[in-house]
């Protein structure tokens, strides 16, 4: 059931590629983007709620030196709006021609509650544009629930060279980490309110920075995997969450989406260790959930391994043990649990921009028929989108799609109209 939308894999993952577990696709064009996706190639081994947001004055920043614990400032924490910085500092030595900047910001939770996310922004060294610069929000696959698996914790083994196409194009990079990585509480994994509103809020950060970074109201949202999954509920609930931002497209690689069908596909998966993480983050989302419903009490005592483990790691940790074994009963007939499969599944609503899903013919982790029924239901509601398939893995599908990405980007950056595979 968790969704292997949860972008990652055991060992690559998106941004931040697990350093105890396997090594990187070693394809040139992965390696671009490949660590920043969702997941590895290779299988492991043996709340709706309306955000309140309130106005207040932006809380003073911190500038923090190079051993400063930006994390730690998370708590305790002075009330902010959606966007405003709470700490910025400069990370450096990495082989890259840009400043870049890891961030503590406000966002807001599942439940409307102000929190800090942090997240990495970005910038070419060039002066910006009179306007400002465009923004990539990229929205990064799965690496785990656990703190330390937080992208920003480790930016020069995250897969950072992702960020050079969009900083020759002179844009302003950010890329969340969502809420609960690296932050006070739990990550509620594959939630799709919760990661659009960390995709968001981060593209108001770098607005907040003013001149630093230069960034315009012009957002692109990417993202891979789990990344594809939040990339579209940023895109759903844009309007609504954050209307004075302009997206103008939306590119959602391997999206988990017909949650009910992944779940069943998981069964026996080796990348059924998403459903403890889905189970483990709904429940601390949704009060009512209660992983108790869905599992055996050896699933429940393997719950408390993803507070201390990332990817491939937790893999390992439900692999030994048979899934009838861990999970008691189908979460497609249970309560909440259910329902919360219906509402964090995307593209049920008309989100802002146009749309670009991308799907690797060989995915080992999301069906590839889910794509297609992702795109049926969109184009039943009217959603300007397009699909297109490559030769390719779950995660190796970058490489080969990603020259057609950036000119999909390039076109609606030059407000082109967008094309579409609806009838």
Not at 39 to 68: F, I, K, M, Q
Not at 255 to 277: E, N
Not at 315 to 334: F, I, N
Request: charged share 20%; aromatic share 4%; net charge negative.
């Amino acid at each position: 059931m968790a969704p292997r939308p949860p972008g990652a894999s055991p060992g690559v993952s998106t941004v931040l590629v697990r350093r105890s577990t396997r090594p990187l696709a070693v394809l040139a064009a992965v390696a671009l983007a490949g660590a920043l996706t969702a997941c590895s190639d290779d299988p492991p081994s043996s709340a709706d709620a309306d955000a309140e947001v309130t106005t207040t004055s932006a809380p003073a920043r911190a500038e923090l030196g190079p051993d400063d614990d930006l994390y730690a400032l998370a708590e305790p924490l002075t009330p902010g709006d959606p966007g405003d910085v709470i700490a910025v500092q400069e990370v450096t030595g990495l082989d890259v021609d840009a400043t870049v900047l890891r961030v503590l910001y406000h966002s807001r939770s599942i439940a409307g509650e102000d929190i800090a996310v942090s997240g990495i922004i970005a910038v070419p060294t060039s002066p910006a544009p009179e306007g400002g610069r465009a923004v990539l929000s990229w929205a990064h696959g799965t690496t785990g629930i656990a703190d330390e698996c937080a992208p920003s914790k480790d930016p020069a083994g995250s897969g950072i060279g992702l960020i050079a196409p969009f900083i020759e194009r002179g844009m302003a990079f950010v890329a969340t980490d969502y809420e609960g990585l690296g932050t006070p509480g739990r990550h509620p994994y594959i939630a799709g309110e919760s990661e659009g509103r960390g995709v968001l809020d981060i593209v108001r950060a770098a607005q907040a920075l003013g001149d630093r970074v230069g960034a315009s109201d012009r957002v692109v949202v990417w993202g891979h995997s789990q990344g594809g999954h939040a990339a579209l509920f940023a895109n759903q609930i844009a309007a609504d969450y954050a209307p004075e931002l302009e997206l103008v497209g939306t590119v959602a690689g391997a999206p988990p989406s017909q949650l009910t069908l992944i779940a069943a596909a998981l069964k026996d998966s080796p990348f059924r260790f998403y459903l403890g993480m889905v189970a483990a983050g709904w429940a601390a989302a949704y009060p009512d959930a209660d992983p108790a419903d869905l599992l055996t009490p050896a699933g429940l005592e393997r719950l408390a391994l993803v507070d201390e483990a990332c990817g491939g790691e937790l893999a390992t940790s439900w692999s030994d043990v048979p899934y009838d074994a861990l999970v008691r009963a189908d979460p497609a007939t249970v309560e909440p649990w259910k329902t919360l499969l219906v509402e964090n599944d995307p593209g049920f609503e008309v989100g802002e921009s146009p749309i670009l899903v991308i799907h690797g013919e060989q995915d080992e982790q999301i069906p590839l028929v889910s794509s297609q029924m992702l795109l049926d239901r969109m184009c039943g509601i009217g959603q300007v989108v397009e699909r297109r398939t490559y030769p390719g893995s779950h995660s190796g599908v970058i490489g080969p799609s990603l020259p057609d990405m950036l000119a999909w980007i390039d076109g609606r950056l030059a407000d082109e109209p967008a094309p579409t595979s609806c009838g």
